[in-house]
């Protein structure tokens, strides 16, 4: 059998790491948007389940209809050419782990965790995401509180489970590993809380702003560009910056995205449109208003 070069699996973190911009976008765990994702030109799709119904079913079904044969073998890699990822629905203070693990353990490369607002609650996230690891191999801390039931997951990934075993971890704080752990603030306590954050919490793959929550939370409800929302996004970011940890922005748009470039959002969370132009074109041909 001939060997196969595994390589970098998680194309967000790929991205990252080189120092480059990484490219997601939203949607729900089903096999049409599966299959439509998984041939577009994004690096990981995020499937939405705190606003969307948890079904774990729905879930390992469309993971399923993410995998294209003919992608895999052109490319020479295992690597999957659309990373999945899930927001979970419980909220950071909910202290919840079982969502993640049953998430993970369906195969996906990322979690993100909802209304990050503590310490206490970011460190419940990355231990959610981590198997334990023996105190000698200096990665021990935070300490891994994934149950380990890892055979689905890496068979997804196309591994061995002692491959498994060596990448199912948060990076960067373990660089081989392919699990991204990202926490959104999205409320004021989150954003006053955010030094602390990610100075006491190794393991934080990167940060997400929720701008519609952070706007109720400041009284101006999903109005981005008020001064007061533009200054809390800026203090998120220059706070994340600071700690070196990536921002994801999460309403990238074609009006708005050479601003959130140079703004220094790394993480770019579009929303792919259905085109009606041959619907247009023929009514304009018909005269039809």
């Known amino acids: 059998m001939p060997q196969i070069e ?6 967000v973190i790929g991205a990252l790491e080189q120092g480059g911009h990484a490219f997601m976008a939203f949607a729900r765990a089903e096999r049409e948007e599966a299959i439509a994702l998984a041939a577009s030109p994004l690096d990981g799709v ?7 119904p948890w079904d774990g079913a729905n879930l390992r079904d469309a993971l399923q209809y993410m995998l294209d044969r003919r992608r895999i073998a052109a490319s020479g890699t295992l690597a999957p050419s659309v990373a999945p990822f899930v ?4 909220n950071g203070a909910e202290m919840n782990q079982w969502l993640a693990k049953q998430a993970l353990d369906s195969g996906v490369y990322g979690v993100v965790w909802p209304h990050v607002s503590t310490v206490e609650q970011a460190l419940n996230a990355v231990t959610a995401c981590r198997y334990a ?3 000698e191999d200096g990665l021990s801390h935070p300490p891994g509180r994934r149950g380990d039931g890892p055979k689905a997951a890496a068979r997804y990934w196309g591994l061995k489970q002692a491959e498994y075993y060596a990448r199912a971890d948060v990076w960067p704080l373990n660089p081989a590993g392919e699990i991204l752990c990202i926490l959104m603030i999205e409320s004021i306590e989150g954003m006053n809380n955010l030094r602390e954050i990610l100075a006491e919490v190794p393991g934080i793959g990167a940060v997400m702003i929720g701008e519609g929550d952070l706007s109720q939370a400041l009284g101006h409800p999903r109005d981005y560009e008020h001064p007061a929302v533009r200054e809390a996004m800026a203090e998120i970011l220059a ?5 070196d940890v990536p921002v994801g922005h999460p309403h990238v748009t074609a009006a708005n995205a050479q601003k959130a470039i140079e703004e220094g959002y790394r993480i770019l969370f579009t929303t792919p449109q259905r085109s ?14």
Not at 87 to 90: H, S
Not at 239 to 243: D, G, K, L, T, V
């Open 6 to 11: 595994i390589g970098r699996l998680n194309k």
């Open 46 to 52: 995020m499937f939405e389940m705190e606003h969307s």
């Open 87 to 90: 927001r979970i629905p419980a």
């Open 133 to 135: 690891r023996p105190p």
């Open 239 to 243: 706070r994340a910056h600071e700690a």
């Open 276 to 289: 009606y132009a041959a619907y247009d074109s023929a009514r304009t041909v018909l005269g039809v208003n």
